[in-house]
Protein backbone atom coordinates (compact mmCIF):
# COMPACT_ATOMS: atom_id res chain seq x y z
CA UNK A 1 0.00 0.00 0.00
CA UNK A 2 2.60 2.55 0.28
CA UNK A 3 3.73 2.29 -3.39
CA UNK A 4 0.58 3.26 -3.90
CA UNK A 5 0.04 6.23 -1.70
CA UNK A 6 3.56 6.95 -3.87
CA UNK A 7 1.43 7.27 -6.68
CA UNK A 8 -0.27 10.67 -5.77
CA UNK A 9 3.49 12.04 -6.59
CA UNK A 10 3.83 9.91 -9.53
CA UNK A 11 6.02 12.55 -11.62
CA UNK A 12 9.36 11.90 -9.05
CA UNK A 13 8.67 8.20 -10.14
CA UNK A 14 11.78 6.44 -11.85
CA UNK A 15 10.59 4.41 -15.29
CA UNK A 16 10.31 1.11 -12.82
CA UNK A 17 8.14 2.72 -10.79
CA UNK A 18 6.00 3.57 -13.65
CA UNK A 19 6.36 0.40 -14.72
CA UNK A 20 5.15 -1.11 -11.51
CA UNK A 21 2.20 1.20 -11.23
CA UNK A 22 1.17 -0.09 -14.47
CA UNK A 23 1.28 -3.58 -13.11
CA UNK A 24 -0.57 -2.32 -9.94
CA UNK A 25 -3.33 -0.84 -12.19
CA UNK A 26 -3.99 -3.87 -14.43
CA UNK A 27 -4.31 -6.40 -11.21
CA UNK A 28 -6.62 -4.34 -9.26
CA UNK A 29 -9.00 -4.26 -12.42
CA UNK A 30 -8.57 -7.45 -13.11
CA UNK A 31 -10.01 -7.67 -9.81
CA UNK A 32 -13.16 -5.70 -10.16
CA UNK A 33 -13.60 -6.09 -13.88
CA UNK A 34 -16.94 -7.32 -13.47
CA UNK A 35 -17.60 -3.76 -12.15
CA UNK A 36 -16.13 -1.94 -15.13
CA UNK A 37 -17.80 -4.15 -17.50
CA UNK A 38 -21.02 -3.58 -16.26
CA UNK A 39 -23.71 -1.71 -17.78
CA UNK A 40 -25.87 0.03 -15.38
CA UNK A 41 -29.51 -0.11 -17.10
CA UNK A 42 -28.94 -3.95 -16.78
CA UNK A 43 -29.27 -3.56 -13.01
CA UNK A 44 -32.67 -5.39 -12.52
CA UNK A 45 -31.80 -7.47 -15.58
CA UNK A 46 -28.80 -9.03 -14.78
CA UNK A 47 -29.22 -8.30 -11.19
CA UNK A 48 -26.17 -6.53 -10.57
CA UNK A 49 -26.84 -5.69 -6.91
CA UNK A 50 -26.91 -9.53 -6.15
CA UNK A 51 -23.44 -10.16 -7.63
CA UNK A 52 -21.68 -7.59 -5.34
CA UNK A 53 -20.13 -9.48 -1.28
CA UNK A 54 -23.37 -9.83 0.81
CA UNK A 55 -21.84 -7.20 3.44
CA UNK A 56 -21.05 -4.48 0.52
CA UNK A 57 -24.93 -4.89 -0.34
CA UNK A 58 -25.54 -4.32 3.96
CA UNK A 59 -23.19 -1.23 3.84
CA UNK A 60 -24.08 0.29 1.17
CA UNK A 61 -28.01 -0.71 0.50
CA UNK A 62 -29.14 2.14 2.70
CA UNK A 63 -27.64 5.12 2.51
CA UNK A 64 -28.43 8.82 1.73
CA UNK A 65 -27.13 10.46 -1.24
CA UNK A 66 -25.19 12.78 0.90
CA UNK A 67 -23.47 10.06 2.25
CA UNK A 68 -22.58 8.02 -0.94
CA UNK A 69 -21.52 11.37 -2.02
CA UNK A 70 -18.94 11.20 1.02
CA UNK A 71 -17.74 7.90 0.41
CA UNK A 72 -17.14 8.42 -3.17
CA UNK A 73 -15.26 11.70 -2.01
CA UNK A 74 -13.52 9.56 0.49
CA UNK A 75 -13.76 13.02 2.91
CA UNK A 76 -14.81 10.18 5.55
CA UNK A 77 -15.91 6.37 6.07
CA UNK A 78 -20.01 8.26 5.61
CA UNK A 79 -23.31 6.96 6.82
CA UNK A 80 -21.92 7.21 10.48
CA UNK A 81 -21.48 4.06 10.27
CA UNK A 82 -19.09 2.50 12.99
CA UNK A 83 -17.98 -0.86 11.24
CA UNK A 84 -17.30 -0.74 7.65
CA UNK A 85 -16.59 -4.21 5.94
CA UNK A 86 -12.47 -3.90 5.44
CA UNK A 87 -13.03 -5.16 1.66
CA UNK A 88 -15.01 -1.91 1.11
CA UNK A 89 -12.79 0.23 2.63
CA UNK A 90 -9.80 -1.32 1.06
CA UNK A 91 -11.32 -1.40 -2.28
CA UNK A 92 -12.09 2.63 -1.99
CA UNK A 93 -8.52 3.27 -0.77
CA UNK A 94 -6.42 1.48 -3.12
CA UNK A 95 -8.95 2.72 -6.35
CA UNK A 96 -8.17 6.37 -4.74
CA UNK A 97 -4.35 5.73 -4.28
CA UNK A 98 -3.57 4.04 -8.11
CA UNK A 99 -5.79 7.29 -9.17
CA UNK A 100 -3.51 10.28 -10.91
CA UNK A 101 -4.47 13.38 -8.81
CA UNK A 102 -6.81 15.74 -10.78
CA UNK A 103 -6.82 18.77 -8.33
CA UNK A 104 -4.71 21.83 -9.97
CA UNK A 105 -1.76 22.49 -7.90
CA UNK A 106 -3.15 25.90 -7.45
CA UNK A 107 -6.63 24.89 -6.37
CA UNK A 108 -8.10 22.78 -3.86
CA UNK A 109 -11.05 20.56 -3.40
CA UNK A 110 -12.43 22.52 -0.40
CA UNK A 111 -14.55 25.29 -0.48
CA UNK A 112 -15.45 25.38 -4.09
CA UNK A 113 -16.71 28.15 -5.77
CA UNK A 114 -20.38 28.02 -6.40
CA UNK A 115 -22.76 30.44 -8.50
CA UNK A 116 -26.01 31.61 -7.66
CA UNK A 117 -27.85 27.64 -8.66
CA UNK A 118 -25.24 25.98 -6.51
CA UNK A 119 -23.69 24.69 -9.83
CA UNK A 120 -19.39 24.58 -8.79
CA UNK A 121 -17.59 26.75 -11.54
CA UNK A 122 -14.06 28.21 -11.47
CA UNK A 123 -13.59 31.54 -9.08
CA UNK A 124 -13.42 33.32 -12.49
CA UNK A 125 -16.87 33.14 -13.13
CA UNK A 126 -18.37 34.17 -10.51
CA UNK A 127 -19.44 37.72 -11.03
CA UNK A 128 -20.44 36.38 -14.38
CA UNK A 129 -21.41 32.86 -14.87
CA UNK A 130 -20.65 32.89 -18.84
CA UNK A 131 -17.46 35.33 -19.28
CA UNK A 132 -14.09 34.51 -17.33
CA UNK A 133 -13.05 37.50 -15.72
CA UNK A 134 -9.14 36.11 -16.61
CA UNK A 135 -9.97 36.39 -20.40
CA UNK A 136 -9.57 39.58 -22.64
CA UNK A 137 -13.52 40.22 -24.29
CA UNK A 138 -12.30 39.50 -27.24
CA UNK A 139 -11.77 36.03 -26.93
CA UNK A 140 -15.13 35.26 -24.93
CA UNK A 141 -16.79 36.19 -27.61
CA UNK A 142 -18.61 32.52 -29.29
CA UNK A 143 -16.91 31.00 -26.37
CA UNK A 144 -18.66 28.62 -23.68
CA UNK A 145 -17.75 29.33 -20.22
CA UNK A 146 -15.94 25.61 -20.28
CA UNK A 147 -14.06 26.44 -23.07
CA UNK A 148 -13.19 29.51 -22.47
CA UNK A 149 -11.51 28.20 -18.80
CA UNK A 150 -9.98 25.67 -20.98
CA UNK A 151 -8.03 27.67 -23.71
CA UNK A 152 -6.96 29.97 -21.56
CA UNK A 153 -5.04 27.68 -19.13
CA UNK A 154 -4.02 25.16 -21.94
CA UNK A 155 -2.73 28.55 -23.87
CA UNK A 156 -0.68 29.51 -21.53
CA UNK A 157 1.11 26.21 -20.68
CA UNK A 158 2.13 26.06 -24.35
CA UNK A 159 3.32 29.77 -24.01
CA UNK A 160 5.10 28.37 -21.74
CA UNK A 161 6.71 25.35 -23.75
CA UNK A 162 7.12 27.62 -26.44
CA UNK A 163 9.09 29.57 -24.59
CA UNK A 164 11.33 26.79 -23.14
CA UNK A 165 11.65 25.43 -26.41
CA UNK A 166 12.78 28.69 -28.23
CA UNK A 167 9.87 27.51 -31.09
CA UNK A 168 6.97 29.75 -32.00
CA UNK A 169 5.04 27.98 -34.71
CA UNK A 170 1.87 25.55 -32.60
CA UNK A 171 0.17 23.27 -34.94
CA UNK A 172 -3.41 22.65 -33.28
CA UNK A 173 -5.16 19.52 -34.46
CA UNK A 174 -8.62 19.01 -33.96
CA UNK A 175 -8.99 23.07 -33.78
CA UNK A 176 -12.65 23.29 -34.21
CA UNK A 177 -13.80 26.57 -34.30
CA UNK A 178 -10.50 27.97 -33.55
CA UNK A 179 -11.01 29.36 -30.34
CA UNK A 180 -7.62 27.43 -28.96
CA UNK A 181 -6.09 28.77 -32.33
CA UNK A 182 -6.87 32.46 -32.01
CA UNK A 183 -5.88 32.87 -28.48
CA UNK A 184 -2.55 31.19 -29.13
CA UNK A 185 -2.16 33.42 -32.11
CA UNK A 186 -4.00 37.04 -31.15
CA UNK A 187 -3.64 36.82 -27.73
CA UNK A 188 0.17 35.70 -26.78
CA UNK A 189 1.82 36.35 -30.13
CA UNK A 190 2.33 32.85 -31.52
CA UNK A 191 2.70 31.02 -35.39
CA UNK A 192 -0.63 28.96 -35.12
CA UNK A 193 -2.13 26.65 -37.93
CA UNK A 194 -5.20 24.96 -37.01
CA UNK A 195 -6.09 21.19 -38.91
CA UNK A 196 -9.84 20.73 -38.59
CA UNK A 197 -12.04 17.79 -40.37
CA UNK A 198 -15.00 19.60 -40.84
CA UNK A 199 -15.24 21.96 -43.48
CA UNK A 200 -18.31 23.81 -41.83
CA UNK A 201 -16.34 24.44 -38.71
CA UNK A 202 -12.89 25.42 -40.44
CA UNK A 203 -14.78 28.33 -42.21
CA UNK A 204 -16.39 28.97 -39.26
CA UNK A 205 -13.29 29.72 -37.38
CA UNK A 206 -11.96 31.68 -40.25
CA UNK A 207 -15.60 33.77 -39.87
CA UNK A 208 -14.33 34.19 -36.10
CA UNK A 209 -10.98 35.46 -36.82
CA UNK A 210 -12.03 38.08 -39.18
CA UNK A 211 -14.48 39.41 -36.56
CA UNK A 212 -12.31 39.52 -34.20
CA UNK A 213 -9.81 41.64 -36.13
CA UNK A 214 -12.82 43.99 -37.05
CA UNK A 215 -13.27 44.41 -33.42
CA UNK A 216 -9.82 45.60 -32.49
CA UNK A 217 -9.62 47.85 -35.41
CA UNK A 218 -12.61 49.61 -33.53
CA UNK A 219 -10.60 49.50 -30.44
CA UNK A 220 -7.74 50.51 -31.97
CA UNK A 221 -9.76 54.08 -33.80
CA UNK A 222 -11.48 54.48 -30.24
CA UNK A 223 -8.16 54.70 -28.28
CA UNK A 224 -6.62 57.12 -31.11
CA UNK A 225 -9.61 59.16 -30.95
CA UNK A 226 -9.84 59.22 -27.42
CA UNK A 227 -6.23 60.30 -27.62
CA UNK A 228 -4.66 57.54 -25.44
CA UNK A 229 -0.75 56.94 -25.21
CA UNK A 230 -0.14 55.27 -28.67
CA UNK A 231 2.22 52.97 -27.18
CA UNK A 232 -0.18 51.43 -24.48
CA UNK A 233 -3.03 51.26 -26.61
CA UNK A 234 -2.37 51.40 -30.59
CA UNK A 235 -1.03 48.48 -32.30
CA UNK A 236 -0.49 47.35 -35.85
CA UNK A 237 -3.34 44.42 -37.41
CA UNK A 238 -1.59 41.38 -38.24
CA UNK A 239 -0.96 41.10 -42.31
CA UNK A 240 -3.43 37.43 -42.07
CA UNK A 241 -5.20 35.04 -39.93
CA UNK A 242 -4.20 32.13 -38.43
CA UNK A 243 -4.04 29.48 -40.99
CA UNK A 244 -7.17 27.17 -40.74
CA UNK A 245 -6.52 23.92 -42.94
CA UNK A 246 -9.04 20.89 -43.77
CA UNK A 247 -8.06 17.83 -43.47
CA UNK A 248 -8.17 14.44 -41.41
CA UNK A 249 -5.59 12.82 -39.79
CA UNK A 250 -5.58 9.49 -40.48
CA UNK A 251 -4.46 7.69 -37.43
CA UNK A 252 -2.79 5.13 -39.64
CA UNK A 253 -0.81 7.26 -41.52
CA UNK A 254 3.26 8.62 -41.00
CA UNK A 255 4.76 11.60 -40.11
CA UNK A 256 5.93 12.25 -43.58
CA UNK A 257 2.17 12.50 -44.41
CA UNK A 258 1.77 15.53 -41.42
CA UNK A 259 4.54 17.40 -42.89
CA UNK A 260 3.17 17.40 -46.23
CA UNK A 261 -0.43 18.10 -44.47
CA UNK A 262 1.03 21.13 -43.17
CA UNK A 263 2.63 22.58 -47.05
CA UNK A 264 2.06 25.83 -47.95
CA UNK A 265 -1.03 26.05 -50.16
CA UNK A 266 -0.55 28.50 -52.64
CA UNK A 267 -1.20 26.04 -55.12
CA UNK A 268 -4.00 24.06 -52.99
CA UNK A 269 -5.45 21.99 -56.32
CA UNK A 270 -2.09 20.19 -56.66
CA UNK A 271 -2.53 19.52 -53.49
CA UNK A 272 -6.26 18.17 -53.20
CA UNK A 273 -5.31 15.20 -56.10
CA UNK A 274 -1.72 14.27 -54.61
CA UNK A 275 -2.58 14.38 -50.62
CA UNK A 276 -1.58 10.76 -49.30
CA UNK A 277 -3.52 11.76 -46.29
CA UNK A 278 -6.49 11.13 -49.39
CA UNK A 279 -8.19 14.43 -47.89
CA UNK A 280 -8.39 17.84 -49.05
CA UNK A 281 -6.29 20.49 -48.08
CA UNK A 282 -8.33 23.97 -47.81
CA UNK A 283 -6.16 26.58 -46.35
CA UNK A 284 -8.50 29.48 -45.27
CA UNK A 285 -7.82 32.88 -47.42
CA UNK A 286 -7.07 36.12 -45.47
CA UNK A 287 -8.64 39.27 -47.67
CA UNK A 288 -8.31 37.58 -50.72
CA UNK A 289 -4.95 37.02 -50.70
CA UNK A 290 -3.42 33.58 -51.81
CA UNK A 291 -2.53 31.90 -47.73
CA UNK A 292 1.34 31.73 -47.05
CA UNK A 293 3.59 29.70 -44.48
CA UNK A 294 3.41 31.19 -41.19
CA UNK A 295 6.80 29.05 -40.23
CA UNK A 296 9.29 31.77 -41.74
CA UNK A 297 12.22 33.56 -40.20
CA UNK A 298 10.65 37.07 -40.79
CA UNK A 299 7.45 36.15 -38.80
CA UNK A 300 10.26 34.86 -35.98
CA UNK A 301 12.55 38.18 -36.01
CA UNK A 302 9.77 40.72 -36.20
CA UNK A 303 8.25 38.99 -33.08
CA UNK A 304 11.17 38.33 -31.29
CA UNK A 305 12.06 42.75 -31.90
CA UNK A 306 9.18 42.99 -29.87
CA UNK A 307 9.57 40.43 -27.04
CA UNK A 308 12.35 40.52 -23.84
CA UNK A 309 15.72 39.37 -24.02
CA UNK A 310 14.71 36.37 -22.45
CA UNK A 311 12.27 35.81 -25.46
CA UNK A 312 15.39 36.43 -27.92
CA UNK A 313 17.77 33.82 -26.12
CA UNK A 314 15.94 31.45 -27.03
CA UNK A 315 16.01 31.77 -30.16
CA UNK A 316 19.34 29.75 -30.29
CA UNK A 317 17.02 26.79 -30.22
CA UNK A 318 18.64 25.25 -26.65
CA UNK A 319 16.51 22.00 -25.88
CA UNK A 320 17.21 20.69 -22.92
CA UNK A 321 15.37 17.97 -20.72
CA UNK A 322 11.92 18.33 -19.46
CA UNK A 323 11.74 16.42 -16.86
CA UNK A 324 14.40 19.08 -14.86
CA UNK A 325 11.28 21.57 -15.23
CA UNK A 326 7.94 20.09 -14.36
CA UNK A 327 7.49 23.15 -12.12
CA UNK A 328 7.73 25.82 -14.95
CA UNK A 329 4.22 24.59 -16.55
CA UNK A 330 2.46 25.33 -13.81
CA UNK A 331 -0.41 28.32 -14.91
CA UNK A 332 -0.70 31.01 -11.85
CA UNK A 333 -4.54 31.32 -11.86
CA UNK A 334 -4.10 34.83 -10.68
CA UNK A 335 -2.55 35.73 -13.70
CA UNK A 336 -5.32 37.75 -15.95
CA UNK A 337 -4.86 37.30 -19.66
CA UNK A 338 -6.14 40.94 -21.31
CA UNK A 339 -4.74 42.09 -24.64
CA UNK A 340 -3.06 45.54 -23.72
CA UNK A 341 0.16 44.57 -25.28
CA UNK A 342 -0.97 44.46 -28.82
CA UNK A 343 2.71 44.28 -30.06
CA UNK A 344 2.77 41.13 -29.39
CA UNK A 345 0.52 40.35 -32.14
CA UNK A 346 2.26 37.76 -34.61
CA UNK A 347 3.52 38.57 -37.74
CA UNK A 348 3.10 36.90 -41.27
CA UNK A 349 5.73 37.42 -44.56
CA UNK A 350 5.80 39.98 -46.82
CA UNK A 351 5.34 39.11 -50.33
CA UNK A 352 9.35 38.77 -51.15
CA UNK A 353 9.13 36.14 -48.47
CA UNK A 354 6.01 33.82 -49.82
CA UNK A 355 7.92 31.92 -52.76
CA UNK A 356 11.21 31.66 -50.09
CA UNK A 357 8.86 30.22 -47.53
CA UNK A 358 7.11 27.88 -50.73
CA UNK A 359 10.35 26.53 -50.99
CA UNK A 360 11.26 26.09 -47.53
CA UNK A 361 8.62 24.08 -47.21
CA UNK A 362 7.78 24.85 -43.87
CA UNK A 363 11.29 23.38 -42.81
CA UNK A 364 10.72 24.94 -39.29
CA UNK A 365 10.14 23.02 -36.19
CA UNK A 366 6.63 23.06 -34.59
CA UNK A 367 4.85 22.39 -31.35
CA UNK A 368 2.03 19.91 -31.44
CA UNK A 369 -1.27 20.49 -29.34
CA UNK A 370 -4.61 19.11 -29.03
CA UNK A 371 -7.47 20.47 -26.66
CA UNK A 372 -9.37 17.10 -26.34
CA UNK A 373 -8.29 15.60 -29.27
CA UNK A 374 -10.99 13.05 -29.33
CA UNK A 375 -10.04 8.96 -29.17
CA UNK A 376 -7.50 7.88 -31.56
CA UNK A 377 -6.20 11.44 -32.21
CA UNK A 378 -4.91 12.23 -29.34
CA UNK A 379 -2.28 8.88 -29.40
CA UNK A 380 -1.99 9.74 -33.26
CA UNK A 381 -0.46 13.32 -31.89
CA UNK A 382 1.88 11.56 -29.49
CA UNK A 383 3.18 9.05 -32.43
CA UNK A 384 3.61 12.02 -34.94
CA UNK A 385 5.76 14.00 -32.35
CA UNK A 386 7.72 11.14 -31.64
CA UNK A 387 8.70 10.12 -34.50
CA UNK A 388 8.72 13.58 -36.65
CA UNK A 389 11.80 15.51 -36.21
CA UNK A 390 9.86 18.82 -37.08
CA UNK A 391 7.67 18.23 -33.95
CA UNK A 392 10.02 19.25 -30.72
CA UNK A 393 6.78 19.89 -28.02
CA UNK A 394 3.48 18.83 -27.10
CA UNK A 395 0.77 19.69 -25.37
CA UNK A 396 -2.33 16.94 -25.04
CA UNK A 397 -5.57 17.13 -23.42
CA UNK A 398 -7.35 13.43 -24.32
CA UNK A 399 -10.93 12.38 -24.48
CA UNK A 400 -13.90 10.06 -25.61
CA UNK A 401 -11.49 6.96 -24.48
CA UNK A 402 -13.92 4.55 -25.39
CA UNK A 403 -13.27 5.56 -29.25
CA UNK A 404 -9.88 4.52 -29.35
CA UNK A 405 -8.73 1.34 -31.28
CA UNK A 406 -7.41 -1.59 -29.48
CA UNK A 407 -6.29 -5.38 -30.38
CA UNK A 408 -9.74 -7.00 -29.55
CA UNK A 409 -11.78 -3.95 -31.47
CA UNK A 410 -10.22 -2.00 -34.61
CA UNK A 411 -13.47 -0.17 -34.77
CA UNK A 412 -15.25 0.93 -31.96
CA UNK A 413 -18.54 2.78 -32.47
CA UNK A 414 -18.57 6.57 -33.40
CA UNK A 415 -14.82 6.44 -35.25
CA UNK A 416 -14.38 9.20 -38.19
CA UNK A 417 -13.48 8.84 -41.14
CA UNK A 418 -14.44 10.85 -44.25
CA UNK A 419 -16.77 9.00 -47.17
CA UNK A 420 -13.93 9.41 -49.34
CA UNK A 421 -11.60 7.36 -47.49
CA UNK A 422 -11.26 3.76 -48.07
CA UNK A 423 -10.25 1.69 -44.89
CA UNK A 424 -6.90 -0.10 -46.49
CA UNK A 425 -6.46 -3.87 -45.39
CA UNK A 426 -2.87 -3.42 -43.41
CA UNK A 427 -0.97 -6.46 -41.77
CA UNK A 428 -1.72 -7.27 -37.85
CA UNK A 429 1.92 -6.41 -37.09
CA UNK A 430 0.97 -3.10 -37.92
CA UNK A 431 -2.28 -3.12 -36.51
CA UNK A 432 -0.67 -3.80 -33.38
CA UNK A 433 1.42 -0.52 -33.51
CA UNK A 434 -0.86 1.67 -34.80
CA UNK A 435 -3.99 0.96 -32.38
CA UNK A 436 -4.88 3.67 -29.61
CA UNK A 437 -4.40 1.73 -26.38
CA UNK A 438 -2.15 0.20 -25.47
CA UNK A 439 0.65 2.34 -27.19
CA UNK A 440 3.51 0.78 -24.65
CA UNK A 441 5.53 -2.43 -25.12
CA UNK A 442 5.32 -2.70 -21.28
CA UNK A 443 1.41 -2.08 -21.16
CA UNK A 444 0.59 -4.55 -24.17
CA UNK A 445 2.73 -7.10 -22.65
CA UNK A 446 1.07 -6.98 -19.02
CA UNK A 447 -1.55 -10.16 -18.84
CA UNK A 448 -4.96 -8.21 -17.95
CA UNK A 449 -4.27 -5.33 -19.39
CA UNK A 450 -7.33 -5.25 -21.94
CA UNK A 451 -9.93 -2.27 -21.34
CA UNK A 452 -13.30 -3.35 -22.94
CA UNK A 453 -15.42 0.20 -24.42
CA UNK A 454 -17.59 -0.26 -21.57
CA UNK A 455 -14.59 0.36 -19.32
CA UNK A 456 -13.26 3.04 -21.50
CA UNK A 457 -16.48 4.93 -21.56
CA UNK A 458 -16.58 4.83 -17.75
CA UNK A 459 -13.86 6.64 -17.76
CA UNK A 460 -15.13 9.55 -19.01
CA UNK A 461 -17.89 10.23 -16.72
CA UNK A 462 -17.21 12.98 -14.47
CA UNK A 463 -16.97 11.60 -11.00
CA UNK A 464 -17.03 15.45 -9.30
CA UNK A 465 -20.25 16.55 -11.39
CA UNK A 466 -22.04 13.16 -9.84
CA UNK A 467 -20.83 14.04 -6.47
CA UNK A 468 -22.08 17.57 -6.42
CA UNK A 469 -25.07 15.91 -7.52
CA UNK A 470 -25.78 13.57 -5.27
CA UNK A 471 -24.99 16.17 -2.40
CA UNK A 472 -27.71 18.07 -3.72
CA UNK A 473 -29.93 15.10 -3.86
CA UNK A 474 -30.75 15.74 -7.98
CA UNK A 475 -33.79 14.03 -9.18
CA UNK A 476 -31.79 13.91 -12.19
CA UNK A 477 -30.00 10.94 -9.98
CA UNK A 478 -33.80 8.91 -11.13
CA UNK A 479 -32.91 8.67 -14.90
CA UNK A 480 -30.42 5.49 -13.79
CA UNK A 481 -33.09 3.94 -12.21
CA UNK A 482 -35.58 4.58 -15.02
CA UNK A 483 -33.92 2.82 -17.60
CA UNK A 484 -32.62 0.12 -15.86
CA UNK A 485 -36.59 -0.74 -15.40
CA UNK A 486 -37.21 -0.06 -18.88
CA UNK A 487 -35.06 -2.75 -19.90
CA UNK A 488 -36.36 -5.52 -18.10
CA UNK A 489 -39.68 -5.15 -19.83
CA UNK A 490 -37.94 -4.49 -23.29
CA UNK A 491 -36.50 -7.70 -23.15
CA UNK A 492 -39.33 -9.59 -22.47
CA UNK A 493 -40.94 -7.82 -25.58
CA UNK A 494 -37.95 -8.26 -27.62
CA UNK A 495 -34.63 -9.87 -26.11
CA UNK A 496 -32.49 -8.65 -29.42
CA UNK A 497 -32.83 -5.16 -27.89
CA UNK A 498 -30.69 -5.58 -25.23
CA UNK A 499 -28.95 -2.66 -24.17
CA UNK A 500 -30.65 -1.01 -27.17
CA UNK A 501 -29.57 3.12 -27.57
CA UNK A 502 -32.54 4.53 -26.46
CA UNK A 503 -30.57 8.30 -26.18
CA UNK A 504 -31.65 10.79 -23.54
CA UNK A 505 -35.18 11.71 -22.73
CA UNK A 506 -35.87 15.31 -22.32
CA UNK A 507 -36.40 16.29 -18.67
CA UNK A 508 -36.49 12.52 -18.08
CA UNK A 509 -35.80 12.90 -14.68
CA UNK A 510 -39.19 15.11 -14.16
CA UNK A 511 -41.52 12.56 -16.01
CA UNK A 512 -43.84 9.48 -14.10
CA UNK A 513 -42.09 6.55 -15.24
CA UNK A 514 -45.14 5.73 -17.54
CA UNK A 515 -44.52 8.63 -19.63
CA UNK A 516 -40.60 8.02 -19.65
CA UNK A 517 -41.36 4.22 -20.75
CA UNK A 518 -43.61 5.37 -23.48
CA UNK A 519 -40.86 8.03 -25.09
CA UNK A 520 -38.59 5.06 -24.39
CA UNK A 521 -40.53 2.38 -26.41
CA UNK A 522 -41.41 4.77 -29.02
CA UNK A 523 -38.60 5.22 -30.31
CA UNK A 524 -37.70 1.50 -30.43
CA UNK A 525 -40.62 1.12 -32.33
CA UNK A 526 -42.10 -0.76 -29.59
CA UNK A 527 -45.49 -0.15 -28.84
CA UNK A 528 -46.07 2.72 -26.82
CA UNK A 529 -49.26 1.38 -24.68
CA UNK A 530 -47.24 -1.64 -23.74
CA UNK A 531 -48.76 -3.11 -20.42
CA UNK A 532 -46.43 -3.01 -18.00
CA UNK A 533 -46.10 -4.05 -14.47
CA UNK A 534 -46.92 -1.57 -12.24
CA UNK A 535 -46.35 -3.66 -9.27
CA UNK A 536 -43.00 -4.55 -10.73
CA UNK A 537 -42.36 -1.06 -11.41
CA UNK A 538 -42.90 0.11 -7.96
CA UNK A 539 -40.71 -2.60 -6.98
CA UNK A 540 -37.66 -1.59 -9.00
CA UNK A 541 -38.34 1.73 -8.61
CA UNK A 542 -37.68 1.84 -4.62
CA UNK A 543 -34.45 -0.16 -5.25
CA UNK A 544 -33.20 3.46 -6.98
CA UNK A 545 -30.44 3.88 -3.87
CA UNK A 546 -29.45 0.55 -4.79
CA UNK A 547 -28.91 1.59 -8.63
CA UNK A 548 -27.25 4.73 -7.54
CA UNK A 549 -24.81 3.07 -5.00
CA UNK A 550 -23.85 0.57 -7.12
CA UNK A 551 -23.17 3.26 -9.78
CA UNK A 552 -21.10 5.16 -7.08
CA UNK A 553 -18.72 1.86 -6.99
CA UNK A 554 -17.93 1.59 -10.85
CA UNK A 555 -17.45 5.82 -10.96
CA UNK A 556 -14.64 5.02 -8.03
CA UNK A 557 -13.16 2.96 -10.70
CA UNK A 558 -13.35 5.45 -13.57
CA UNK A 559 -10.21 7.45 -12.64
CA UNK A 560 -7.84 4.20 -12.68
CA UNK A 561 -9.27 3.08 -16.01
CA UNK A 562 -8.12 7.06 -17.47
CA UNK A 563 -5.18 6.56 -15.31
CA UNK A 564 -4.26 3.16 -16.80
CA UNK A 565 -4.79 4.74 -20.19
CA UNK A 566 -2.53 7.82 -20.01
CA UNK A 567 -0.03 5.97 -17.99
CA UNK A 568 0.58 3.49 -20.88
CA UNK A 569 1.27 6.97 -22.90
CA UNK A 570 3.59 8.28 -20.44
CA UNK A 571 5.13 4.85 -20.64
CA UNK A 572 5.36 5.31 -24.56
CA UNK A 573 7.16 8.07 -24.18
CA UNK A 574 10.04 6.97 -22.42
CA UNK A 575 10.44 4.04 -24.07
CA UNK A 576 11.60 6.79 -26.87
CA UNK A 577 13.41 8.70 -24.60
CA UNK A 578 11.51 11.38 -24.14
CA UNK A 579 10.62 12.88 -20.92
CA UNK A 580 7.14 13.89 -20.29
CA UNK A 581 5.18 15.35 -17.52
CA UNK A 582 1.12 14.61 -16.63
CA UNK A 583 -0.37 17.96 -15.39
CA UNK A 584 -4.22 18.46 -13.85
CA UNK A 585 -4.64 21.84 -15.62
CA UNK A 586 -8.54 22.17 -15.33
CA UNK A 587 -11.12 22.69 -13.02
CA UNK A 588 -12.14 19.02 -12.93
CA UNK A 589 -15.41 20.31 -11.31
CA UNK A 590 -16.07 22.15 -14.61
CA UNK A 591 -13.89 20.29 -17.18
CA UNK A 592 -13.79 16.64 -16.27
CA UNK A 593 -11.30 15.75 -18.61
CA UNK A 594 -8.30 17.63 -17.05
CA UNK A 595 -4.91 16.12 -17.10
CA UNK A 596 -2.30 17.93 -19.79
CA UNK A 597 0.07 15.63 -21.05
CA UNK A 598 3.27 18.33 -21.52
CA UNK A 599 6.68 17.33 -23.22
CA UNK A 600 9.89 18.19 -24.93
CA UNK A 601 12.29 16.52 -27.27
CA UNK A 602 16.11 16.81 -25.77
CA UNK A 603 17.91 18.50 -28.82
CA UNK A 604 21.29 20.18 -28.26
CA UNK A 605 21.84 22.48 -31.07
CA UNK A 606 25.72 23.94 -31.07
CA UNK A 607 26.00 28.43 -30.68
CA UNK A 608 26.31 29.87 -33.76
Avoid at 130 to 143: A, C, E, P, T, W
Avoid at 380 to 397: K, N, Q
Avoid at 576 to 597: A, K, M, T
Wanted: net charge neutral; proline share 5%; with cysteine.
Amino acid sequence: MAEMHCAMNYQSFSVDQQKRLAASLTKFLCMYRHLTDSYIIEFFSERLWEKLPLSWQEALGDLSSSQLADFLDGLSRGGGRSVWPLSLLAFRATAQALSFPRIPHMETNLNIPMDKSGKAKPAEFLKNCSQSSMLSHIFRKHVKPKKQHEIRHLGRVAKRLCDYSGCWNVVDIGSGQGHLSRYLSFGLGLSVTGVEADRVLVSMATKFDEQLLYTLKKENLRNVKEGRAASSFQFQLPQSLPRHVTGWLNPRGSWEDLLMFLQPQIHTDQHKSSSPLKAVQDASQSYGQPHICRFCDVAKAERDLNTSGDAQGHSNNHYSCMKEKTNSWQVDSSESTTLTDYSQLPFCCDTNQKLLCAENKCNEDFILTGLHACGDLSATLIRHFVHCPRAVGITSVACCYMKLTTHENLTPPGIYAPSNVREEKLEDAVMDIMVGYPMSCWVKNLPGHELSYKAREAACHAKEDYIQRLRQDSTILKVHCYRAVLETFIRKVDPSLKRAGIQTVKKGHELPFTDYARVGLKRLGLPADLPLDLLAVEDMLAQQGKVVAYFCLVMLLAPVVETLVLLDRILYLQQEGIECSLLPLFDPHFSPRNLVLVACKTKNIPES
